[in-house]
């Protein structure tokens, strides 16, 4: 299923029904920002990385 999640709230406290679902998803690979410049920042630097490029608005292989 999924390995990694990233995580955008307007809060800056981890919510811990989100964590504790995250476990029982058995993600282990998440990440929290607050701000959806931070979190469309970590997407675009992890296409790049995997050599994604996008396609409206969706990253393909």
């Known amino acids: 299923m999924f390995k990694k999640a990233l995580i955008v709230e307007d809060h800056e406290v981890r919510n811990l029904g989100?964590?504790?679902t995250l476990s029982e998803l058995q993600i282990q690979?998440?990440?929290f920002v607050s701000y959806c410049d931070?979190?469309?920042q970590k997407?675009?630097?992890?296409a790049d990385q995997a050599h994604l490029r996008p396609v409206n608005h969706r990253?393909?292989?």
Do not use: M, S
Not at 43 to 46: D, L, N
């Open 29 to 31: 690979n998440y990440d």
């Open 59 to 61: 990253f393909i292989i």
């Open 38 to 40: 931070d979190a469309l």
């Open 18 to 20: 989100v964590v504790n």
């Open 43 to 46: 997407i675009k630097t992890a």
